[in-house]
C-alpha cells in the first residue's frame, strides 16, 4: 500500500508561484509512476505532470503547464512535488497526488493509478 498526502495548496495571484509537495507513505516506489493530477469544478479530473518508475530523468507534461510547471521527484524521501510558476486562473483546481505501479496503461491516465491523496486546492486571483 502507498498513502500519498498532499501540501502546499493555498490562494495565489495570477502571474505568482506555489509549490505543492506530496509524500507518499508505505510500500517502496521504486515501480512506481507518480504524478500530479488537478480537478476544477464540472471537469473531469486531467493528469498535469509527472515522472515514470523506468524515466526518473524524464517528466512528462501537459501542455497546459509545460514551461511554467516543473515536477521533481526523491525517491528516497518519498516524494514528487510540483513547482507552479507563472499561474494562470485557469490552473485553479484541486490537485491530487497519485501512485500506480508500472503496467501498460497510459500514464496520462487515471485508471493507472492506484493510490491517490485527498487533494489540496489552489485557488488563483486575478
Known amino acids: 500500500q502507498v498513502q500519498p498526502v498532499e501540501s502546499g495548496g493555498g490562494l495565489v495571484q495570477a502571474g505568482g508561484s506555489l509549490r505543492l509537495s506530496c509524500v507518499a507513505s508505505g510500500r517502496t516506489l521504486r515501480f512506481h509512476n507518480m504524478a500530479w493530477f488537478r480537478q476544477a469544478p464540472g471537469k473531469e479530473r486531467e493528469f498535469v505532470a509527472g515522472?515514470?518508475?523506468?524515466?526518473?530523468?524524464?517528466?512528462q507534461y501537459a501542455d497546459a503547464v509545460k514551461g511554467r510547471f516543473t515536477v521533481s521527484r526523491d525517491d528516497a524521501k518519498k516524494t514528487i512535488d510540483l513547482q507552479m510558476n507563472n499561474v494562470k486562473p485557469e490552473d485553479a483546481a484541486v490537485y491530487f497526488c497519485?501512485?500506480?505501479?508500472?503496467?501498460?496503461?497510459?500514464?496520462?491516465?487515471?485508471?493507472?493509478?492506484?493510490?491517490w491523496g485527498q487533494g489540496t486546492q489552489v485557488t488563483v486571483s486575478s
Open positions: 515522472i515514470m518508475w523506468d524515466s526518473r530523468d524524464s517528466a
Open positions: 497519485a501512485a500506480g505501479l508500472k503496467s501498460t496503461m497510459s500514464v496520462l491516465a487515471t485508471r493507472a493509478y492506484s493510490y
